[in-house]
C-alpha cells in the first residue's frame, strides 16, 4: 500500500472517529448534550484526533527508521572498509536505490517479470541496457554486488511497505477503538483536545528551532573539516583573499568582512534615518487621506526583487555615481562601488524600516501624546522627548533586523560592488562581500573535498556568528532600557 | 444669611477668566455640544458634572484646544480666555495648551524618570535658568500634589513604575509644574483610593489660590466639596450652571435635580 493511499485511509478513519464519537457521545447521555461535560463537538474531535494522529506518528517514524534499517541489512555486500567510509556508503547506496527503481520500472513496464527482477544476475547480460530500455539511465554497468544488494532491498522494501501498512492501520484502528471506549457525558474530552492543540502549537514552534540547530551543525561540521585543511587563524585573520584552484590559495576573511560591513555601513546610513522620519512623517503628521496613498506605495519597493534591485544599481547607479562623483573627484573609475551596492540596500531597506517602525510608533499609547500635547509640547516635541523614547526598544529592533538583512543581502552586491576582494576606504572602489564569495566558491566545477569549496561553510558560519550577535545586541539594548522605565 | 456676605466677598475677589458663548462640538456629522453658554471664575473651583457621555470631557478639551488633535473634533462658537478668543488663528494652540494646563482621566506618566515626567514642562517653555531652579519647581510641584514624600528617594526612578495613584499625582504635579493659569482636570480621582482622592481634594483646594481649576467628576460628593461652581450637562446641553451650594440643595431644573437624587445616570 503506498503511503499516500495510506495517509488517505487514515484521514477516512479520522472521519468515522468524528462522527462515531459524537454520535457516541450523545447516545450515552441520550441526546441531552446538557449532561454532557464537553459540547457534542470536542467529542467528535476527539474521536478524529485519536484515529488519526497516533497513527501518523507511528507512519513518520517508520517512514525515517525504515531506510536505516534497510542500509544496515544491505552491509553484508559489499566489504566493511568500503561501508565505513562516509561517501563512498552514501555513493553506494545511492546506486543501489537507483537500480532497485530501475526494476521496479522495468517491471510495470512489463520489460521484466517480476519473476525476473528477483533472480536476474549479471551473467544473464548486461543489466544497465536493459534497464536503458525502459528509460531508465545508469551511469555505469551494474556490479554484482550491486544487483544482489538493489533485489534484496526490493524484498526488503516490500515487506517494510507491508509491515507499514499494517502497524499503522493497527494502531489507528486502536486508537478509534480507545475514543471510543472512553468517550461517555462524563469524560473531559474539552480537556483533552485542548491538550493536543497545545502540544501541537509547541510542535510547530519546534521546528524553527530544530531547523536552526540543524542548519548550524552543518555549517559547523563543513567548517571543521575546512579548518583541518586550512590553518583557521588564517582564514580569519587574513589580509589577502586569493582562491586558486591549483593549489595555493590565501583565504583571508578580512577583506570579505570589511566589504560587508562597509556596505552595510553606507546602506544603513542612507535606511535609518529615511526610514525613521518616513515612520514618523506617517505615523504622526500625515492625514489619514495621505497616509493611505504613501504607505503603499512606499511598500511597493519592498516587492520588487532584489534582483532587479541589482540591475538598478548595474545600470543606472553605479555609471551615475562613476560619472559625476567618482571620476571628478578623482576617487575611482569603476562604476561596481561600495557607494553604488551601499546605496540601492539602503534603498531596498526603506520600506523595511519605515513600515516597522510605523507599526511600533502607532502602539504608543495616545494618552502619552496627549499627556504632552496638555502640557504644551509640539508635534516634534512630543515625538522626540516622549514617542520615540517610548519606542525606541521596538525601533532598535528593526534597525538591527534591517542591518542583518543588509548583511545577508547577496544579489545587488553581487551586481552592484563587484567581485574583487579589497581593503580599502575608498567608498568608490570596487569591493566585494561574504556572501558573494560563498556563491562564487560553490558555484563552478571544483572538488568539493577542497579549502577553496569549503570555505564557503566557513563564511556561512562567519555571517551566522555575526546576525547572531546583532540579534543578541539587540536585545541587550531592549532589555537595558526596559529596566530602565518599565 | 450668614452665606451671604461669604458669597459677596468671593464674588468680588473673583473676575472673569474664561468665557464660552454657543459652543457647538461635532464628532464627523454627530454633535456632541450645543449652544453652551458658560463662565468660568479665576480662582475658583468648577465642577462639570453630568451622566456618562454627556459631552464634559468634550468640552473640558475645548478649552485647550486639545480637540485639534482629533482629526474629526469641529468646534464652533466662541471661547474667551481673558477676553481673548482661543479659536483665533492667532494664538498658537501650543501656546494655550502651556497656560491651561490638563490632567487626565487615565494617568499617563511619560516612559521617564520621576524628576523627568515634572521637568517637562519647565524644560519645554524654558521656565527655569539653572539647573537647581529646576529642581526646586520639581520639589515643590511634587509637593504640591501630594508626592513628594513618598518620591523624594527616588526620583531617578521611571514614572511608570509608581502605582496607578502615585502616577495620577505626579500627573498632576506635572502639569501643576508648568505653571499654568487654569487646570483642567478630567476624572482626576477616578484611579485613586480615598486617601489619595482626600489628598487631591485639598491639593485641589490650595491649588484654588493661584489658578482657575476645572474638574470632571463623577462624584457629587467630591463636586459639593471641592468646587464653587457646578456646571450640569445632559445629552450634550449645559442644563444649569451657578453656586455649588445652589446646585446641590436647590436646583432649578427637574433633571439637574433628578440626577443629584440619583434618578438619571
Ligand atoms: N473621538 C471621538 N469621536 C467620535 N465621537 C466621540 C469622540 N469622543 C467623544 N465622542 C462622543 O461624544 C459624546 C460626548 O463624549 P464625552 O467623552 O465628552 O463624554 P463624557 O461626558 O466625558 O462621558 P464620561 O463621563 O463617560 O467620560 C459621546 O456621545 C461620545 O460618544
Ligand atoms: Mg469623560
Known amino acids: 500500500m503506498s503511503v499516500f493511499f495510506l495517509i488517505i485511509v487514515l484521514g477516512v478513519l479520522a472521519i468515522a472517529g468524528f462522527v462515531l464519537g459524537r454520535g457516541r457521545a450523545l447516545a450515552s447521555v441520550q441526546g441531552n448534550t446538557r449532561r454532557l461535560h464537553s459540547l457534542p463537538g470536542y467529542y467528535a474531535w476527539h474521536g478524529a484526533i485519536m484515529a488519526f494522529l497516533p497513527a501518523m506518528a507511528v507512519l513518520t517514524l517508520w517512514l525515517i527508521a525504515q531506510p536505516l534499517i534497510i542500509e544496515r541489512q544491505l552491509a553484508d555486500y559489499f566489504p566493511a572498509e568500503q561501508f565505513e567510509n562516509d561517501s563512498q556508503r552514501i555513493l553506494l547506496m545511492a546506486d543501489v536505490r537507483r537500480v532497485a527503481e530501475g526494476l521496479d520500472v522495468a517491471v510495470a513496464a512489463g520489460a521484466l517479470t517480476p519473476q525476473d527482477a528477483e533472480t536476474i544476475t549479471v551473467a544473464d547480460g548486461s543489466v544497465r541496457e536493459r534497464l536503458g530500455a525502459v528509460g531508465v539511465a545508469l551511469g555505469a554497468e551494474v556490479t554484482p554486488e550491486v544487483l544482489d544488494a538493489a533485489q534484496s532491498y526490493r524484498a526488503l522494501a516490500s515487506t517494510g511497505a507491508l509491515g507499514r501498512a499494517i502497524v499503522t492501520l493497527i494502531v489507528a484502528l486502536a486508537g478509534l477503538a480507545y475514543a471510543l471506549r472512553i468517550t461517555n457525558g462524563d469524560f473531559r474530552a474539552r480537556n483533552r483536545v485542548e491538550a493536543v492543540i497545545l502540544g501541537v502549537l509547541i510542535l510547530a514552534s519546534t521546528i524553527a528551532i530544530l531547523t536552526t540547530i540543524g542548519i548550524v551543525m552543518s555549517m559547523l561540521s563543513e567548517t571543521i573539516r575546512f579548518s583541518s585543511m586550512y590553518p583557521f587563524k588564517d582564514f580569519l585573520f587574513g589580509l589577502t583573499w586569493q582562491p586558486s584552484f591549483q593549489g595555493g590559495s590565501e583565504l583571508g576573511l578580512i577583506p570579505l568582512l570589511w566589504g560587508t560591513l562597509y556596505i552595510s555601513l553606507v546602506a544603513m546610513i542612507v535606511a535609518v534615518p529615511t526610514g525613521l522620519f518616513t515612520a514618523i512623517y506617517l505615523a504622526e503628521y500625515a492625514s489619514p487621506r495621505v497616509r493611505s496613498i504613501i504607505k503603499p506605495l512606499i511598500e511597493v519597493i519592498a516587492g520588487i526583487p532584489t534582483v532587479v534591485f541589482g540591475l538598478f544599481a548595474l545600470v543606472t547607479v553605479g555609471p551615475f555615481l562613476r560619472d559625476w562623483f567618482a571620476v571628478p573627484t578623482g576617487l575611482g573609475s569603476s562604476g561596481s562601488s561600495v557607494m553604488t551596492a551601499g546605496l540601492v540596500i539602503g534603498v531596498l531597506n526603506i520600506p523595511f524600516i519605515s513600515s516597522l517602525a510605523d507599526d511600533i510608533i502607532n502602539a504608543v499609547p495616545q494618552s502619552l501624546r496627549d499627556g504632552s500635547y496638555g502640557l504644551g509640547a509640539t508635534k516634534s516635541e512630543t515625538v522626540r522627548q516622549v514617542i520615540l523614547p517610548a519606542a525606541l526598544p521596538g525601533i532598535v529592533g528593526a534597525i538591527l533586523l534591517a542591518a542583518s538583512r543588509a548583511i545577508g543581502e547577496t544579489m545587488i552586491v553581487t551586481m552592484g560592488a563587484g567581485a574583487a576582494a579589497k581593503l580599502d576606504l575608498n567608498p568608490f572602489e570596487a569591493m566585494t562581500t561574504i556572501t558573494v564569495k560563498i556563491v562564487s566558491q560553490l558555484t563552478g566545477d571544483t572538488e568539493f573535498n577542497s579549502p577553496e569549496t569549503l570555505v564557503a561553510f566557513a563564511l556561512g558560519m562567519t555571517l551566522f556568528v555575526i546576525t547572531l550577535g546583532l540579534n543578541i545586541f539587540a536585545l541587550w539594548v531592549v532589555r537595558k532600557y526596559r529596566e530602565q522605565y518599565e | ?265
Request: aromatic share 6%.
Open chain 2, 1 to 265: 444669611m450668614y452665606d451671604a456676605p461669604n458669597l459677596e466677598t468671593r464674588v468680588t475677589q473673583t473676575n472673569t477668566k474664561i468665557t464660552a458663548r454657543g459652543v457647538q462640538v461635532y464628532y464627523g456629522d454627530k454633535q456632541a455640544l450645543q449652544d453652551v453658554d458658560v463662565d468660568i471664575l479665576d480662582n475658583t473651583v468648577t465642577a462639570f458634572i453630568g451622566p456618562s457621555g454627556c459631552g464634559k470631557s468634550t468640552f473640558l478639551r475645548c478649552l485647550n484646544r486639545m480637540n485639534d488633535t482629533i482629526s474629526n473634533a469641529r468646534v464652533e462658537g466662541e471661547i474667551l480666555l481673558d477676553g481673548e478668543n482661543i479659536y483665533d488663528k492667532r494664538v498658537d494652540p501650543v501656546q494655550l495648551r502651556a497656560k491651561v494646563g490638563m490632567v487626565f482621566q487615565k494617568p499617563n506618566p511619560f516612559p521617564k524618570s520621576i524628576y523627568d515626567n515634572v521637568a517637562y514642562g519647565p524644560k519645554i517653555h524654558g521656565l527655569t535658568r539653572s539647573k537647581a531652579e529646576l529642581d526646586e519647581i520639581v520639589e515643590s510641584s511634587l509637593r504640591k500634589a501630594a508626592l513628594w514624600k513618598e518620591v523624594k528617594d527616588r526620583l531617578g526612578e521611571a514614572g511608570t513604575g509608581l502605582s496607578g495613584g502615585q502616577q495620577q499625582r505626579l500627573c498632576i504635579a506635572r502639569a501643576v509644574a508648568t505653571a499654568p493659569e487654569v487646570l483642567l482636570m478630567d476624572e482626576p480621582c477616578s484611579a485613586l483610593d480615598p486617601i489619595a482622592t482626600a489628598q487631591v481634594e485639598e491639593l485641589i483646594d490650595e491649588l484654588r489660590a493661584s489658578f482657575s481649576v476645572v474638574i470632571v467628576t463623577h462624584s457629587m460628593q467630591q463636586a459639593a466639596r471641592v468646587s464653587q461652581k457646578t456646571a450640569f450637562f445632559h445629552l450634550g446641553n449645559l442644563v444649569e450652571y451657578g453656586d455649588t451650594s445652589h446646585i446641590f440643595t436647590n436646583p432649578s431644573d427637574p433633571r439637574t435635580e433628578s440626577y443629584i437624587t440619583g434618578r438619571i445616570g
